[in-house]
Structures are given as C-alpha cells and as structure tokens.
C-alpha cells in the first residue's frame, strides 16, 4: 500500500530540485556548457559487506571547447544495513595548470518512499541521501592555492519506470571553508535517467545546473553528465 506522506514527499523533493536548478542561475555569470564523461567500475559481493570502485572522468568547458580536468578516483564501501551505507576514498585530478589530491568520507542513507509492487507493475520511488566531507590539497580559491575543507549534502530521488529505464532527480549543496573562502561554495541541480542492463551494467545520463561561488566571482553551467557503470 502506498503511503501519501510518502508520496507527497517525494513530489516535494522534485519541487524544491527544479526551484534550486532555477533560483542558482539568477544574477550570476555563465560558463556556458560542460560535459563530465567517464567509466566507473564498481565490485559488489552479495556475500561481503564491503564493495570498491575505481572511476575516470574527463570535464571540458566553455561549450566543450576547453579542457577542465580529469580524474582518476577509487572509493571503497561498506554495508552497515540495507539503508546506510558508509563510504571513504581518493581522487587524483589533473588539471592543465595543476594536479589536485582529495580525501573524502561519508554516508548514504536510503529510504524506500513507494514500495514496488511487481502485480500491479509499479516500481517504487527511493530516497537516499547523501552527507560527505572532502579535504583537497592544492586547491585554488581566488587565484590562491591552498587546502580546503567541504561538507556537501545531496538528495537522490530514483523512480524506475521499468526494470531497464530509472529516473533521476539530484539536488545538493557545498559548504567550504578555507583560509580565502567561507560559505557555500556550490549548488547542483540534476535530472536524468540510467539505463540498467541485466547484469546490472548501466548508462547514466543527466543533464546537470551547477552554481559556484567564489570570492571574486559567481559563476553557472549546464553540464551534461554521461558514465558508463560495469559491475563486476
């Protein structure tokens, strides 16, 4: 039986992520278009708690005519329960002026707001949330490098529409703080779907708005999100 609070929950989580998608555009500069794509390869055990991942990414900008960065990250996690999971790991991230190190911890959350009910074919929708910190060295704020702290918190709303197709909705906030900046340093809105194969490899595609605040400037993109995901 499907549960209206629920349900109204979910409808208001998609709400305040398309006012957050509008709202971080007003009165700021524009980057123009990006594109994030890469391959992520995640081992899941059924019979262990703990599962890992390697991922890399490649990120242009100005309308995909420069490159950004890219990345090479592994991340492990383990399975408290079926609803929290913890996660921990390292990411490597080339830049044409620079590298960058970053160090991060979390958890995520997962709560089921419609359960599936295969007889009547529906899927459900799921809400898993997501509260991590990062330490990066060798960031740059300002035009200064330095190390920053970040605390970020994301919003995962999933609704398979069937076994293969799963919608996405993504909302999240960046708080950082650093000897340049205090405050929250981004804004990131998402919606998109991922393709999941039988042996549960898959495509995500989003199309993403992110706002960014820094000292001097604030600045927005659109950028399209393309990952292969192999799970082996």
Known sequence: MVNPDNTTLGKGLLFAVVLLGISSFCGAQSAGWGLWSGVLL??????????????YQVRLTDDLKTL??????????????????SNFGYRFTIRPDRNESRLFAGLFYRTTLVK???????????LTQQLMYQRDLNASFNDVL?????????????????????GLVIG???YTWNAEYSGVEKLRAAIGVRLRRRNND???MLLVRERRNQPNSTVTSTVVWLRYEAVF
Do not use: C, Q
Request: hydrophobic residues 30%; proline residues 7%; aromatic residues 16%.
């Open 42 to 55: 995640r081992d899941v055990r059924p019979d262990s708690r703990f599962d890992y991942s390697g991922e």
């Open 68 to 85: 950004k960065s890219h990345f090479f990250e592994v991340s492990g996690y383990y399975k408290a329960n079926a609803k929290l999971e």
């Open 116 to 126: 599936p009910n295969p007889k009547s074919g529906k899927f459900g929708l799921r």
């Open 146 to 166: 330095l190390d920053s702290n970040t605390v970020r918190y994301a919003l995962y709303l999933t609704k398979p529409f069937t076994p293969v197709w799963h």
């Open 172 to 174: 999240g906030a960046m």
């Open 202 to 204: 898959g495509i995500l």
